[in-house]
């Protein structure tokens, strides 16, 4: 780890150490070294699929086009994927009461796999589908996911991920949770997000607002780098957030 033991690295480690409610805010960055691509980025999604595909209006007219390109860009991949280094040292630190909450605009259920009990899913998540018909929610297990577009088994309606689509609102229940724990922090830490998505990327800016230290860890700057972070640590949230865990460890020895 010679190389990440820099400046800021110590100075994020003491920020920490000294945290009463620290919350994290997560992005599609953190589950990249699980094998999930991200939306933006080098061989990002957006690379290879049309953004319209998760488009509400579009899905409701399109289901048949859009559903196997969906399954290819979320199903195939999240299906499969482990949590990475970053999810375990974030569960480990939820255990010892350092974290108090984390908020995820990912969908891809890794925090709770990792352990985490405290995750308010912004975004939703692919591990249930929703009737655009009925309403009725149904565990992707229970139904036949090989049709196309997938149906209710109830009403015949179409299914939908039930996740938020482009034009869709937020849970109001996870918004309100996220607005609470944003409220709370007095330490806030960006992983892996870019801060584009509307309205979640409007979370960092009221924790600081509210009196929160901004703590990033991303491969780039991001819209918070040069905005509300206090502390950047540039590179992999898998090897920096094991880097602060040994500091932290170490400290307490
Ligand atoms: P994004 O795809 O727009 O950007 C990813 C960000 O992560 C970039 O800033 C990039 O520099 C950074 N990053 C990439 N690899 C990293 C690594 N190893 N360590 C640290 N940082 C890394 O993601 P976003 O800002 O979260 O917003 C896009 C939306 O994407 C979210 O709403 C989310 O629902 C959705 N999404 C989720 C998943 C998932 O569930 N895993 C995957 C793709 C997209």
């Known amino acids: ?11 994020a480690a003491q920020l920490l150490e ?3 409610y620290l919350v994290a ?43 196997p390109k969906i399954k290819e860009m979320f199903y ?34 890794l925090h ?20 655009l018909n009925c309403n009725k929610k149904w565990p992707v297990k229970k139904v036949d996911f090989n049709q196309n577009p997938v149906k209710c088994p ?8 039930d996740f938020v689509f482009f034009g869709e609102p937020i849970p109001s229940q996870a918004y309100q949770d996220a607005v609470n724990a944003t409220l709370q922090a007095d330490l806030y830490i960006l992983i892996g997000t870019t801060g584009i998505i509307m309205p979640a990327s409007l979370l960092p800016y009221e924790a600081k607002k509210n009196g929160a230290k901004i703590l990033e860890i991303n491969l780039e700057p991001s819209n918070y780098t040069n905005t509300i972070t206090d502390i950047f640590l540039q590179g992999k949230a898998g090897q920096l957030l094991p880097a602060l865990e040994e500091i932290l460890l170490n400290k307490n020895k």
């Not at 780890?1 to 100075?11: A, G, R, T, V």
């Not at 691509?37 to 579009?58: A, Q, S």
């Not at 405290?118 to 009737?131: A, K, P």
């Not at 109830?154 to 991920?161: A, S, T, Y």
Request: charged letters at 25%; one cysteine or more; hydrophobic letters at 35%.
């Open 25 to 67: 805010f997560t992005g599609a960055g953190i589950s990249a070294e699980s094998g999930i691509p991200t939306f933006r980025g080098e061989g990002g999604i957006w690379d290879r699929y049309d953004p319209i595909i998760l488009d509400i209006e579009y899905f409701k007219q399109n289901a048949a086009k859009a559903w």
């Open 1 to 11: 780890m010679k190389h990440f033991k820099d400046h800021n690295l110590q100075k």
């Open 112 to 131: 709770q796999k990792a352990g985490q009990k405290q995750v308010i899913e912004f975004h939703g998540n692919t591990r249930d589908l929703i009737c």
């Open 18 to 20: 000294g945290s009463q």
């Open 154 to 161: 109830v009403c015949g309606g179409i299914l939908k991920p």
């Open 76 to 109: 195939k991949t999240i299906d499969k994927a482990q949590p990475n280094p970053a999810h375990k040292i974030l569960a480990q630190w939820e255990k010892r009461g350092l974290l108090k909450s984390t908020i995820t605009q990912n969908i891809d259920n």
